[in-house]
């Protein structure tokens, strides 16, 4: 027997569908893990096409409610997006403690996370990478490569580059594990008090490296934020360059109102 969505005549019919199905996630009617209805019982449900169907299930993904495996179909999430909470995460007290930012939010979000080191080492900054740090095109640089995964499933792709002259004096930036509060907590040992954080974040299509490395399908959106840290000196000792999927994280900035 046909159901129906409730009816706005301003939305497309799969829009309407599409908020129904959402509707029911957020409500859990449809619990994390749950196979969403297949087009065919979506056509009856709703009395629709099966283009209808397909783009209202399709609308589910960019929302961040559901994952799809080819040849299984479509599940309900089994965790929430990780809360990236700009405002709190790069707090003086939290390197103290010890905590790294992305481990400490994946864990807030329920999951496992990991971190794999891909590269540390020399390389030529990249033109935009030398003009945040005021260099000159072509300096040498010291980069760290990382993928972070919550529950084993790749979330992001992270490059540090840090100048030379001042990686080159501390040893612990060239290790895998640069100990607790991870490079921040070790430049600040070093004399390079931070007092400033820089973020630009657009959203785009992953290139096909970006693809394979974060296990996306292709066309999916990731978030690019590249973020600058100032020290006291006024100079910028890092600048850290972050491919995100985007269904995996939820941006939270806090902005003052003052003058």
Same mark, same amino acid.
């Given at each position: 027997?046909a ?25 859990g ?15 009856a449900?709703?009395a ?19 994952d799809?495996?080819?040849?299984k179909?479509?599940? #309900? ?11 709190d ?21 329920g999951?496992?996370?990991a ?35 919550s ?7 992270? #490059?540090?580059y ?35 954080f ?5 959203a785009?299509?992953?290139t ?13 959106? #990731? ?10 000196s006024?100079? #910028? ?5 972050t ?17």
């Amino acid at each position: 027997m046909a159901t129906t969505a409730p009816r706005d005549s301003g939305k497309p019919r799969y829009l309407q569908i599409a908020g129904d199905l959402a509707q029911q996630i957020r409500s859990g009617a449809m619990a994390p893990g749950d196979k969403v209805p297949s087009e065919s019982v979506l056509m009856a449900r709703y009395a629709v096409s099966q283009g209808t169907a397909r783009k209202a299930v399709a609308e589910l993904r960019p929302m961040g409610l559901i994952d799809t495996h080819h040849g299984k179909g479509s599940f #309900v999430k089994s965790r929430p997006p990780v809360l990236r909470k700009s405002s709190d995460r790069f707090r003086r007290s939290h390197r103290r403690a010890g905590k790294a930012a992305y481990l400490t939010e994946a864990e807030q979000a329920g999951r496992a996370p990991a971190v794999a080191v891909l590269f540390i080492g020399p390389v030529e900054a990249p033109s935009d990478i030398s003009e945040r740090l005021d260099l000159p095109p072509g300096s040498q640089v010291l980069a760290r490569r990382r993928l972070y995964l919550s529950d084993g499933t790749p979330t992001e792709v992270a #490059v540090s580059y840090l100048p030379w002259d001042l990686a080159k004096d501390i040893p612990e930036l060239f290790a895998e594990n640069p100990g607790g509060g991870g490079i921040y907590a070790r430049l600040e040992d070093h004399g390079h008090t931070l007092t400033e954080f820089t973020e630009t974040v657009r959203a785009r299509l992953a290139t096909k490296e970006e693809t394979v490395a974060l296990s996306l399908s292709p066309g999916s959106p #990731v978030l690019h934020l590249t973020r600058s840290a100032q020290a006291e000196s006024g100079r #910028v000792v890092e600048v850290c360059d972050t491919v995100m999927a985007a269904d995996q994280f939820v941006l939270d900035y806090r902005i003052p109102a003052g003058e």
